[in-house]
């Protein structure tokens, strides 16, 4: 069983910052990449920034420059510092994990409860 527990979000004003945290609690589970999304009142669940196993990281045009995904995998924490926050950035904030059990070949993803942030204009 994976669970993610999400925090750090709020509001904060426009030019604001907010750092998100992602913890996983993971038993005989391997993850592979952790990612965090975003969800809009009305919109699509879209990708905002990603981490693979090696650190490669990758980032929505969107966000790009002003968010960072760092992971600490000692504590099997992902984070996304979000600076420079616009009031498009509103939304439900999630993280996904992705793996696989041990000795499964077959991938899984995992996902939090979600983390509201809201930017004020």
């Known amino acids: 069983q994976v669970q993610l527990v999400e925090s750090g979000g709020g509001l904060v004003q426009t030019g604001g910052s907010l750092r998100l945290s992602c913890v996983a609690s993971t038993t005989g589970f391997s993850i592979n990449a952790m990612r965090w999304y975003r969800q809009a009142p009305g919109m699509q669940r879209e990708l905002v920034a990603l981490m693979g196993n090696i650190g490669r990281t990758n980032y929505a045009d969107s966000v790009k420059g002003r968010f960072i995904i760092s992971r600490d995998n000692a504590k099997n924490t992902v984070y996304v510092q979000m600076n420079s926050l616009k009031p498009e950035d509103t939304a439900v904030y999630y993280c996904?994990?992705?793996?696989?059990?041990?000795?499964?070949?077959?991938?899984?993803?995992?996902w939090g409860q979600g983390t509201q942030v809201t930017v004020s204009s």
């Open positions: 996904k994990a992705g793996g696989a059990y041990s000795g499964y070949d077959a991938t899984l993803d995992f």
